[in-house]
């Protein structure tokens, strides 16, 4: 059985003392849950984050990251820099990075390697526009975006990654995929990592659902039998809130 993880996307919102109440706020709140608990939060909230979190079930992710290790970069953060302050988790290939920030499925693919090499796990997200879905091109899109982002991975890896499909249209639109739908791209993506990997591997890989996951939607598409948890974004800016997502079973 695959476990349900929950991460949070805060994206640019959130000071460090808003974090800090944030995440004690939501200690108590998700102190039992069998699920995965991950907030991914902008970088100057990563080390108060990680402090505020310790000896809870919060981990804690960033949003984005460099392929190098060093260098003449200005303005951006390494795999190893984040993994120096205790960070686990990062999220690669977001969306909103492909197209404001030129990211590609090159970059993508750079960045995932490098965050496996550094022991960070990434949440590595695919996903198409309403142009392509209108077009019939939903699943060439979403399992040519996974291929090539695990292009040269292991399979030993994929259990260190997590996909995270988010239709374009539906992130912070207030319209969501219906569970069927979702579920359906998800096997999609699925079938294609059994292609690749193998069904054994198949089977194993966490694929989660994001694009405007709310308390009230969170029940009916995390109990679908593909989709394993969810990628949040405004639902996580309020503890109370995106702890009902969290324990959307109880
Ligand atoms: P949303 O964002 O939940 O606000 O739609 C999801 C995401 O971008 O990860």
């Known amino acids: 059985m695959r476990k349900k993880v929950i991460a949070g996307n805060w994206k640019m919102n959130m000071l460090p003392n808003e974090a ?4 004690e706020e939501l200690t108590p709140l998700v102190k039992d849950t069998e699920n995965e608990v991950i907030l991914c939060v902008p970088y100057t ?7 505020t979190a310790q000896g809870t079930n919060i981990k804690i992710g960033a949003q ?9 970069y200005t303005g951006e953060v390494s795999a190893k820099m984040l993994k120096s302050i205790g960070v686990e988790y990062v999220i690669i290939g977001h969306s909103e990075r492909r197209q404001y920030f030129a990211e590609t499925d090159e970059t993508v693919n750079k960045k995932v390697k490098k965050a496996l090499q550094e022991n960070l796990k990434p949440i590595v997200c695919v ?24 292009e040269g991975i292991d399979e030993n890896q994929l259990e260190n990654i997590i996909i995270a499909y988010e239709p374009i249209w539906a992130i912070g639109t207030g319209k969501t995929a219906t569970s069927e739908d979702a579920n359906n791209s998800i096997k999609e993506i699925r079938n294609k990592i059994m292609e690749i990997y193998g069904q054994n591997m198949s089977k194993r890989v966490i694929i989660q659902y994001g694009g405007s996951v709310k308390s009230t939607n969170a029940k009916e598409l995390f109990t679908t039998s593909d989709i394993d948890g969810g990628l949040v ?8 809130e995106f702890s009902k997502i969290v324990n959307y079973s109880d």
Do not use: P
Request: glycine share 10%.
């Open 233 to 240: 974004g405004g639902a996580s800016l309020k503890a109370e």
């Open 127 to 150: 996903g198409e526009t309403l142009e392509e879905r209108e077009a019939g091109k939903t699943s060439e899109i979403i399992t040519n975006q996974t291929e090539k982002a695990l």
């Open 20 to 23: 800090i109440a944030f995440i």
């Open 45 to 51: 909230d990563l080390f108060y984050s990680l402090l």
């Open 64 to 72: 984005n990251m460099h392929f190098e290790d060093n260098g003449a």
